[in-house]
């Protein structure tokens, strides 16, 4: 149980294009999702909170205009990269918060990378 | 923001050998959880700690709450070159965010 998908693995864009992810939890309910941004060899940075239903909460220093996030049902969440930069390539990982409310289960990422 | 420190930062040791990982943090967590990361993939939910001075074992893997709930420890007993990877501690702020330590990258050679 607690299986997290995201969607695309890998993407490749052009600078100024727009890429939507998909994270997904497949055998539970999440009302809450988490997208995070990791750079290499370093740990996880929290981007936003993704609630169902409302808005999403960003970090401090967080863009809201252009990582737009949507979590439109208590399954999907999506995190869209507008005006790519090149500056946007990373690895973005969405988590989604377990029933039991403590832990928080990983997505196995995405590679942004854009040219 | 509360901060987490985990020392260290990198560790090469031999197959065979003992280890331990800490994370501190001068903040109260209401839980702390701790991951493994492997290149490429999404953190692993190793083992989630709540009460303060409380153990928990994962075949060689040993996990600790400080008594105040402000730190934690790994222990790995006899490692294995499969347990290399990215080991990574998080504490839970508030109600919901989870706040990540640096990162501890394990190496064990054969």
Request: hydrophobic share 30%.
């Amino acid at each position: 149980g607690a299986v997290v998908s995201q969607h695309p693995s890998r993407v490749i864009c052009k600078s100024g294009t727009s890429v939507k992810i998909e994270c997904r939890s497949l055998d539970f309910q999440a009302t809450t999702m988490f997208w995070y941004r990791q750079f290499p060899k370093q740990s996880l940075m929290l981007m936003a909170t993704s609630n169902e239903g409302s808005k999403a909460t960003y970090e401090q220093g967080v863009e809201k205009d252009k990582f737009l996030i949507n979590h439109a049902s208590l399954t999907l969440s999506t995190l869209t990269v507008t005006s790519a930069h090149p500056e946007d390539s990373s690895f973005y990982i969405c988590s989604a918060e377990g029933q039991g409310g403590y832990e928080q289960y990983f997505g196995p990422g995405t590679r942004l990378t854009v040219t | 923001t509360q901060l987490l420190e985990q020392s260290p930062q990198f560790l090469s040791i031999q197959e065979g050998e003992n280890l331990t990982v800490y994370c501190n943090s001068s903040s109260v967590f209401s839980s702390l959880q701790w991951y493994r990361q492997e290149p490429g993939e999404g953190p692993v939910l190793l083992v989630t700690v709540v009460t303060g001075g409380e153990v928990k074992k994962l075949k060689r893997l040993t996990f600790q709450f400080g008594d105040a709930r402000k730190d934690s420890s790994l222990h790995i007993t006899a490692a294995q070159p499969g347990d290399t990877g990215l080991y990574l501690c998080a504490g839970r702020e508030g109600a919901q965010k989870l706040v990540f330590g640096q990162g501890t990258r394990l190496t064990i050679n054969p």
